[in-house]
């Protein structure tokens, strides 16, 4: 049974060990290395590499993490019961450079928290139920806990839920996707300015899957780069600072 968001608010987190690897060495990490002093928001989920986790939970914080540093937080992590190889390679492979993951190898964090639950009809073995949580100085501020049902539920740990809760008036940038060509200099302009505005993007790279009649299809120009920004297509970098430029011009 899952505990409530009442028995857990008020309360220290578990003071365990983690056995992690910043900068592929060994390095144990304390409960107060990552939570003492400090303003974190935490999440957890079932595993690196599944499905939700992979495409919104974990995208999503990242994304948002300039707009929680807005609003006093200090750090984001992500805890998962997988070793911490698992972990670094999963953040690696997201792009996921503004959250810090913290391989819960052996449970301990996650059984301390009473989340540790049993996915072993899926071959899991032992894992994190999904939840997130505000820690201010090592106490739990607040927590965000799935509903106790069957599969993998995924309704109020998102991030928008969290920074809401911080500042229900923040305001949530709109997302950006950058169709780019490796060497393309008009590629690095257009990211150049979308990174000098402080904006996060996606950048989806020519391969083979994604070529020129994939861009025409989808955008319905042939030249790179094109930005999209709130599902409107903005265009190619002289469109890109154009914009910037005309956003300026009506503040």
Avoid at 18 to 24: E, M
Avoid at 148 to 172: C, H, I, W
Avoid at 177 to 204: N, Q, S
Avoid at 218 to 231: L, Y
């Amino acid at each position: 049974m899952l505990p409530s968001p009442q028995s857990l608010e008020g309360k220290p987190v578990p003071q365990v060990t983690f056995k992690a690897r910043p900068n592929d060495q060994w390095k144990d990490l304390s409960s107060d290395e990552l939570f003492k002093g400090k303003t974190v928001v935490v999440f957890s989920l079932p595993g690196a590499y599944t499905p939700t986790c992979s495409s919104t939970h974990l995208p999503r914080y990242n994304e948002l993490a300039p707009v929680f540093k807005q609003n006093g937080v200090d750090d984001i992590v992500c805890i998962s019961v997988n070793d911490a190889f698992v972990m670094n390679e999963w953040k690696a492979g997201q792009d996921a450079e503004n959250i810090t993951v913290i391989p819960d190898g052996n449970g301990d964090f996650s059984e301390g928290m009473g989340m540790l639950v049993d996915k072993r009809q899926l071959g899991f073995g032992m894992r994190s139920w999904r939840y997130s949580m505000l820690v201010k100085d090592g106490v739990i501020q607040k927590v965000f806990i799935e509903p106790d049902k069957e599969g993998d539920p995924f309704e109020v740990s998102d991030a928008e839920t969290m920074l809401r809760y911080l500042n229900p008036q923040a305001e949530v940038p709109e997302p950006v996707v950058v169709f780019a060509k490796p060497g393309c200099p008009h590629c690095a302009r257009a990211k150049a300015t979308l990174k000098a505005h402080g904006i996060k993007f996606t950048e989806i790279t020519q391969d083979q899957k994604i070529n020129s009649s994939v861009l025409r299809a989808v955008t319905g120009q042939m030249t790179w780069p094109q930005v999209f920004i709130g599902g409107k297509l903005i265009g190619n970098a002289d469109a890109v600072d154009a914009h910037f430029g005309a956003a300026k011009a009506a503040a």
